[in-house]
T-cell receptor, first 115, second 113 residues
Framework: EAGVAQSPRYKIIEKRQSVAFWCNPI?????LYWYQQILGQGPKLLIQ????????DSQLPKDRFSAERLKGVDSTLKIQPAKLEDSAVYLC?????????????FGPGTRLTVT | QKEVEQNSGPLSVPEGAIASLNCTYS??????FFWYRQYSGKSPELIMS????GDKEDGRFTAQLNKASQYVSLLIRDSQPSDSATYLC?????????????FGKGTKLSVKP
């Protein structure tokens, strides 16, 4: 079974530029999550999708971050404009539908450096 | 503010010893608990999940849960240098329509040959 795929793996941009990350979840996983992990911290949830609907985006900085999951499979997370404090690893995770399993499986992540 | 607390370490144990990692959580209604292992520069890897009080064993790993004390732990028996990593405790409650994971900052484990 293929795992969660993410791209790019690394990205370096200047502040005020925009950037987009892509995620393809494990086949059959209806729930998709985007996390931000700052060095030395645990992952922090940014947004959660159930199929193509947003379940929780309470911690997403909506003035600069946006995310979508068209057709309930792939997802894109965008930052525009980027700030220095956005430097982090952006992790995508997926899980089976509710009542089946709450275990989340992570992709390899995208390491973003904002200069 | 729902919190998950872990000792950041580093926790250093000799090869072959038992490593004990601890985690406390603040939200009494939390219902699911997970341990993830994260090697440096890699993403978190799920190693254990536990949902009810008591012990759950999987190979060299044992997860222990005490909901009354709001405490969850991970024991690693016969520790190997390859176990050296950061271990993240994650707690889920079922607020709203879905569960969200709240992670601790992780405990860095170093197993010395």
């Amino acid at each position: 079974e293929a795992g969660v795929a993410q791209s790019p793996r690394y990205k370096i941009i200047e502040k005020r530029q925009s950037v987009a990350f892509w995620c393809n979840p494990i086949s059959g996983h209806a729930t998709l999550y985007w996390y931000q992990q700052i060095l030395g911290q645990g992952p922090k949830l940014l947004i959660q999708f159930q199929n193509n609907g947003v379940v929780d985006d309470s911690q997403l900085p909506k003035d600069r971050f946006s995310a979508e999951r068209l057709k309930g499979v792939d997802s894109t997370l965008k930052i525009q404009p980027a700030k220095l404090e956005d430097s982090a690893v952006y992790l995508c995770a997926s899980s089976l539908p509710r009542k089946a399993s709450y275990e989340q499986y992570f992709g390899p992540g995208t390491r973003l450096t904002v200069t | 503010q729902k919190e998950v607390e872990q000792n950041s370490g580093p926790l250093s144990v000799p090869e072959g010893a038992i490593a004990s990692l601890n985690c406390t959580y603040s939200d009494r209604v939390s219902q699911s608990f997970f341990w993830y292992r994260q090697y440096s520069g890699k993403s978190p890897e799920l190693i254990m999940s536990i949902y009810s009080n008591g012990d759950k064993e999987d190979g060299r790993f044992t997860a222990q849960l005490n909901k009354a004390s709001q405490y969850v732990s991970l024991l690693i028996r016969d520790s190997q240098p390859s176990d050296s990593a950061t271990y993240l405790c994650a707690v889920m409650n079922y607020g709203g329509s879905q569960g969200n994971l709240i992670f601790g900052k992780g405990t860095k484990l170093s197993v010395k040959p």
